[in-house]
């Protein structure tokens, strides 16, 4: 089963609206990266926090990280049409394997 | 444009052929990555090769055969495919595997469709 579990599995906001998505994880991490992937497309690292940062932030993106509830969240502040993808939690599930949440699908509505 | 280039873009094969994917990558990484993603699912690990040497293999099965050439280049060859074996096969590379900065660099995925 997936390391990462994602929710809301789909979300739609308006343009210039912020976009939460969460992510929880079974065991425990060294660090939590998060992906964004555009239909048919490859996947495109956004961010990494490690097991010792509660928050980092990059751009229009902030994320989280509560290992006490083994769980994450991504925010993107000001959101705008190219922000409309898939995004994904990874986490590492020994030693070089990098495993993926079930994603959470992102609509901008303009 | 991604740094991880594959290819086809796209393969149309039938149940009884052999073809091979291509991924090709020139940032020096040494760890690279085959992800199998079937639709509106995340992307799921096949193979890992580290040091040109193959270090995982996810339980796939045998009808899928990595190669790894040099530190630049890394196939797949596919022979007697299924149709369920449809999907986006994504090559990823990392500058290591392991440690604080195991980000993966993607490509943008070949589309097979087996027939």
């Known amino acids: 089963s997936q390391q990462g579990e994602e929710d809301p599995q789909a979300l739609s906001i308006q343009e210039g609206e912020n976009a939460t998505m969460n992510c929880s994880y079974k065991?425990?991490?060294?660090?939590l990266q998060w992906y964004r992937q555009n239909s048919g497309r490859g996947l495109v690292h956004l961010i990494l926090?490690?097991?010792?940062?509660r928050e980092k932030h990059s751009g229009r993106l902030r994320v989280t990280l509560d290992t006490s509830k083994k769980s994450s969240s991504l925010l993107i502040t000001a959101s705008r049409a190219a922000d409309t993808a898939s995004y994904f939690c990874a986490t590492e599930k020994g030693a070089q394997k990098l495993v993926f949440g079930q994603g959470t699908r992102l609509t901008i509505n303009p | 444009d991604t740094e991880v280039t594959q290819t086809p873009k796209h393969l149309v094969m039938g149940m009884t052929n052999k073809k091979s994917l291509k991924c090709e990558q020139h940032m020096g990484h040494r760890a690279m990555y085959w992800y199998k993603q079937k639709a509106k699912k995340p992307p799921e690990l096949m193979f890992v090769y580290s040091y040109e040497k193959l270090s995982i293999n996810e339980s796939v099965p045998s009808r899928f055969s990595p190669e790894c050439p040099n530190s630049s280049l890394l196939n797949l060859h596919l022979h007697a495919l299924q149709p369920e074996d449809s999907a986006l096969y994504l090559c990823?590379?990392?500058?290591?595997?392991?440690?604080?900065?195991?980000?993966?660099?993607f490509g943008n995925g070949t589309r097979l469709t087996v027939t």
């Open positions: 065991t425990s991490i060294n660090n």
């Open positions: 990823a590379s990392a500058a290591v595997f392991k440690a604080d900065n195991s980000a993966l660099h």
């Open positions: 926090i490690r097991s010792n940062e």
